[in-house]
T-cell receptor
Framework: DGGITQSPKYLFRKEGQNVTLSCEQNLNHDAMYWYRQDPGQGLRLIYYSQIVNDFQKGDIAEGYSVSREKKESFPLTVTSAQKNPTAFYLC?????????????FGPGTRLTVL | AQSVTQPDIHITVSEGASLELRCNYSYGATPYLFWYVQSPGQGLQLLLKYFSGDTLVQGIKGFEAEFKRSQSSFNLRKPSVHWSDAAEYFCAVGKAAGTASKLTFGTGTRLQVTL
């Protein structure tokens, strides 16, 4: 079955540590996205990537980094510079013109800083 | 810049009652509009989308939405709510372009269903 997987489902981090969240898709989609979700704030875009080896900052990129070495993978690193990293993180992907800009979402990773 | 407003943070309806969730958008051209649903601790699932043509669009799970350009609205409706519809609902707007279009999401409306 085609879809998007995120791992781990739950992640705990000590202050000062970097952590990497995994996002993999087998939908053959070109574009991938990372969102952060906090209660009452909806989804906010962190980074997005249109094609392999290319990515752009979203609205809240500070304290985060990404890479796009493979079409299927778009990992997100939450660095120690992110002052308030506890949140629910969602990865999404989008195909070509035929998909009419519909984004498909993974199940999410809940990050908690201890 | 595009923006989305969902004025209702929380709505409670009785099972079997009708439902309307409001969504207003701001966008300079013809928008692509979406409604997504999210169960607690889960990802988002697309309910329906509007790009052009008939302004009344049908989605999954018995939902429908109507695009009203004059009111910049895209309200979600369901004639009879089921207890399993309890979830958070997000309206989103995107550019009418090809790949890598960014979506802007509203802050969501949490639906509670009473039996």
């Amino acid at each position: 079955d085609g879809g998007i997987t995120q791992s781990p489902k739950y992640l705990f981090r000590k202050e000062g540590q970097n952590v990497t969240l995994s996002c993999e898709q087998n939908l053959n989609h070109d574009a991938m996205y990372w969102y952060r979700q906090d209660p009452g704030q909806g989804l906010r875009l962190i980074y997005y990537s249109q094609i392999v080896n290319d990515f752009q900052k979203g609205d809240i990129a500070e304290g985060y980094s990404v890479s796009r070495e493979k079409k299927e993978s778009f990992p997100l690193t939450v660095t120690s510079a992110q002052k308030n990293p506890t949140a629910f993180y969602l990865c999404a992907s989008m195909g070509g013109k035929s998909s009419y800009n519909e984004q498909f979402f993974g199940p999410g990773t809940r990050l908690t800083v201890l | 810049a595009q923006s989305v407003t969902q004025p209702d943070i929380h709505i409670t309806v009785s099972e079997g009652a009708s439902l309307e969730l409001r969504c207003n958008y701001s966008y300079g051209a013809t928008p692509y509009l979406f409604w997504y649903v999210q169960s607690p601790g889960q990802g988002l699932q697309l309910l329906l989308k509007y790009f052009s043509g008939d302004t009344l669009v049908q989605g999954i799970k018995g939902f429908e939405a109507e695009f009203k350009r004059s009111q910049s609205s895209f309200n979600l409706r369901k004639p009879s709510v089921h207890w399993s519809d309890a979830a958070e609902y997000f309206c989103a707007v995107g550019k009418a372009a090809g790949t890598a279009s960014k979506l802007t999401f509203g802050t969501g409306t949490r639906l509670q269903v009473t039996l």
